[in-house]
């Protein structure tokens, strides 16, 4: 969905994260196909039933072109079809901050299936921090080039600030990775603080709260 | 139900009808006759009986007879979908798409294309003889649903021993006839394609359809239905029809960049009512051509049969309960410039879809060709197709080359 998480060019090491934490066999929607890796993924390693969303024309048509079930749809409006339950899993990722409604998008998405993964661009980090701080500037980097005024990225948060809206939400926090800019994760345990700090993306997988 | 042939006159005489039309003895087509004992129980009703279905194949049936693909032609079209058409002597109809080495491979699949009940290329329709009468049926021939096409198609598959089809494949009135298929045969098709098309017609497009059946009507060679009896053909009014209609399979921006405002043959106005555009000229020529193949009556009986077509009123008016459960697999496919199947139609095709959990994938292809635009050279449209189909006959265990 949006072009920061296609934009990359490189093997996209948060899919594989996304794919560990999907049980073989599983249900699956992937809101915000893009090209429709992350699903070709899930199908080659995990054996899931993967169903999608994009937003974009060119991206549905290449999906459907490679055999993908992905519709061209919109997070924000067409989640809503869905009935309950329909799916195990629902992925959102690098698409919450291009949403124009996050939290609604959450909710839909643990109505749909009881887990959500979400993996997102940490707002938080250092460098974005000091760029910030010492530029002046709205921040640009490597995962996220686009200027201000031309991205489709309009509602970046930290890994703090999604903290607060999994409670807000009702979600149950099962697991969570931080990476690394070269898209590894960080392999050691350390508070929140620190992910918020050193970690560049965000990947969780949540549960409904009972 | 009521048989059909009883509401029919005693027999007549046939002599001032040649015995060799295509409306009961198709050109360069197999056809499958269905006797007193396998009646078409129509929607109206009725028990059609006898009735015979003209069709076509492509390709070969493969040992599990896991590969047959149907093709459902649209309002106008025929069986003559892949191969060199009897009257007009043009390529089939969807040969961009059916072939060997195209999208819908008949060195892989075996392909169906059936004329649809109440068609005119050698199905059973009103200008088909009524074995009671001796006489063609005109009028008396019942009316038709979508559904009885389908109900109908069904039947040529048990005639050739088909259980299962692993795709049906149509657009526009075979996009409806694709439809009503996953509906009502939920077993019988492992995978579908509707292409440019609706779950209900809409009421501009009944509007449209009036619009062409009264241009028919009007036309005094009509005879109230009985020209073939009374040797006349309401040519003219069936011209009008095909004109009007034809200006919605296109574009504003299709017909601007083909004619703009162009003069056909002269440099100006000649003040009259003569073809002086080009735009004029095509579309007289298009009416006039398509006289030429196609049925008056037919004409009246497919258009009501789409305007009849509403899957949502025959489920408690909730379109995702025509799909609750499928296991169909779909693609749905719409183009961007189609004012006559506007890509909502498709979008809502697609909400039902996943709101029955059904399997899904949706696809609008950006063309300025109009509704027409199906059956057009579309490169992205042929992609589309392939790759559905590829990952389909995967699933369905169907390897390369499983002509055989």
């Known amino acids: 969905m949006s072009n920061a998480a296609r934009g990359h060019g490189n093997t996209r090491v948060d899919h594989l ?23 070709r993924i899930l199908a080659e390693t995990r054996n899931v039933d993967g169903r999608g969303i994009e937003i974009s024309r060119e991206g549905v048509n290449e999906c459907v072109a490679k ?53 997102f661009p940490n707002f938080g980090h250092w460098k974005i921090r000091l ?50 800019g070269s898209g590894k994760p960080l392999r050691i345990a350390a508070p929140w603080w620190f992910w918020n700090l050193f970690g560049e993306q965000a990947v969780f997988l949540l549960k409904r709260r009972s | 139900m009521v048989e059909a042939n009883l509401s029919a006159k005693t027999s007549a005489k046939t002599d001032d009808l040649s015995p060799t039309r295509d409306s009961d003895h198709p050109r360069d087509s197999l056809v499958a006759q269905f006797g007193a004992d396998r009646p078409l129980k129509l929607d109206a009703g009725i028990a059609l009986s006898p009735f015979q279905i003209a069709y076509k194949t492509y390709g070969q049936l493969n040992a599990t007879k896991s590969n047959a693909v149907l093709v459902c032609h649209a309002l106008t079209g025929d069986q003559h979908v892949a191969s060199v058409h009897p009257v007009t002597k043009k390529n089939g109809w969807w040969e961009t798409l059916i072939g060997s080495g195209r999208p819908i491979d008949t060195e892989r699949y075996f392909v169906i294309c059936a004329n649809v009940v109440g068609g005119c290329m050698g199905s059973s329709g009103p200008s088909s003889t009524n074995t009671q009468t001796g006489k063609p049926w005109g009028l ?14 069904a039947m040529l598959l048990d ?6 089809l692993f795709a049906v494949v149509g657009g526009s009135m075979g996009g409806m006839q694709v439809l009503e298929w996953a509906a009502s045969y939920p077993q019988r098709v492992f995978s579908v394609l509707p292409i ?86 095509y579309l007289r020529h298009q009416g006039s051509s398509f006289v030429e193949r196609f049925d008056a009556n037919s004409y009246l009986y497919l258009t009501r049969a789409m305007d009849y077509f509403d899957i949502a009123a025959d489920h408690d008016d909730v379109l995702a309960n025509a799909f609750k459960n499928s296991p169909v697999r779909f693609c749905v496919i719409s183009f961007t410039s189609d004012w006559l199947f506007p890509t909502a139609d498709s979008r809502a095709i697609v909400h039902a879809l996943n709101a029955a959990g059904a399997r899904v994938s949706f696809a609008e292809i950006k063309t300025d060709k109009g509704h027409d635009a199906f059956l057009l050279d579309e490169p992205e449209l042929f ?15 169907l390897t390369n080359g499983a002509g055989h």
């Open chain 2, 383 to 397: 992609a589309i197709v392939r790759g559905f189909l590829d990952a389909a006959a995967k699933a369905h265990g």
């Open chain 2, 140 to 153: 008396e021939f019942p009316v038709i649903t979508i559904r009885d096409m389908v109900r109908a198609q």
């Open chain 2, 196 to 281: 440019a098309c609706s779950t209900r017609h809409s009421a501009q497009n009944i509007a449209f359809h009036e619009v062409g059946r009264q241009a028919v009507m009007a036309d005094p060679e009509w005879r109230g239905g009985r020209y073939l009896i009374e040797g006349a053909n309401p040519r003219r009014g069936l011209a009008v029809a095909r004109m009007g209609a034809h200006i919605t399979y296109l574009s504003d921006a299709a017909l601007h960049r083909k004619f703009g405002r162009k003069f056909q043959d002269r440099t100006n106005p000649t003040f009259s009512f003569d073809a002086d555009f080009e735009v004029e000229s």
């Open chain 1, 131 to 180: 760029k910030l701080l010492f530029g002046g500037r709205m921040p640009q980097t490597d995962n996220l080039p686009g200027t201000w005024y031309d991205t489709p990225n309009i509602h970046f948060c930290t890994v703090k600030d999604f903290r607060e809206l999994c409670d807000v939400v009702g979600a149950e926090m099962e697991k969570a990775v931080a990476l690394k």
């Open chain 2, 159 to 164: 005639h050739l021993g088909i259980d299962q």
């Open chain 1, 17 to 39: 994260v996304v794919a560990g934490m999907v049980t073989p066999g599983a249900k699956v929607l992937d809101v915000g196909s893009g090209d429709g890796e992350l699903l």
């Open chain 1, 67 to 119: 055999g993908l079930a992905v519709i061209q749809g919109d997070a924000d409006t067409d989640l809503a079809d869905y009935p309950d339950d329909a799916f195990d899993y629902v992925i959102l990722s690098q698409t919450l901050q291009a949403t124009w409604q996050p939290r609604h998008v959450m909710e839909h998405m643990l109505r749909i299936a009881p887990r959500a993964i979400v993996s």
